[in-house]
Nanobody
Framework: QVQLVESGGGLVQAGGSLRLSCAVS???????MGWFRQGPGKEREFVAD???????TYTDSVKGRFTISRDNAKNTVYLQMNSLKPEDTAVYYC???????????????WGQGTQVTVSS
């Protein structure tokens, strides 16, 4: 059973930065990983993805501001978030991808989420 634990969320002012971490059990180096978010009253949406080899993709709204990375020695995937905006406020989830990149259905193990709140 794969387990994922996110950390690093919090309250930050607009323009600030946060780094989220997601610790993963299991054969991490072979997993592709993704970050999703769910804002208040919104559906869960794709944020970023990184393949086992390090290839990364992003949703348009975070390109140039967010960076996904991974440390296979630590079984951890990160999401560095810079220039945060109030519209980035959401619960952020990491997940293991074994299907289609960017589609919720392509990810089948999920963490419990970490809250990110950006004040204006």
């Amino acid at each position: 059973q794969v387990q994922l634990v996110e950390s690093g969320g919090g309250l930050v002012q607009a323009g600030g930065s946060l780094r989220l971490s997601c610790a993963v059990s299991g054969s991490f180096s072979t997993y592709a990983m993704g970050w999703f978010r769910q804002g208040p009253g919104k559906e869960r949406e794709f944020v970023a993805d990184i393949s086992w080899s390090g290839y990364s993709t992003y949703t348009d709204s975070v390109k140039g501001r967010f960076t996904i990375s991974r440390d296979n020695a630590k079984n951890t995937v990160y999401l560095q978030m810079n220039s945060l905006k109030p519209e980035d406020t959401a619960v952020y989830y990491c997940a293991v991808r074994r299907g289609t990149r960017g589609s919720i259905k392509g990810y089948d193990y999920w963490g419990q989420g970490t809250q990110v709140t950006v004040s204006s």
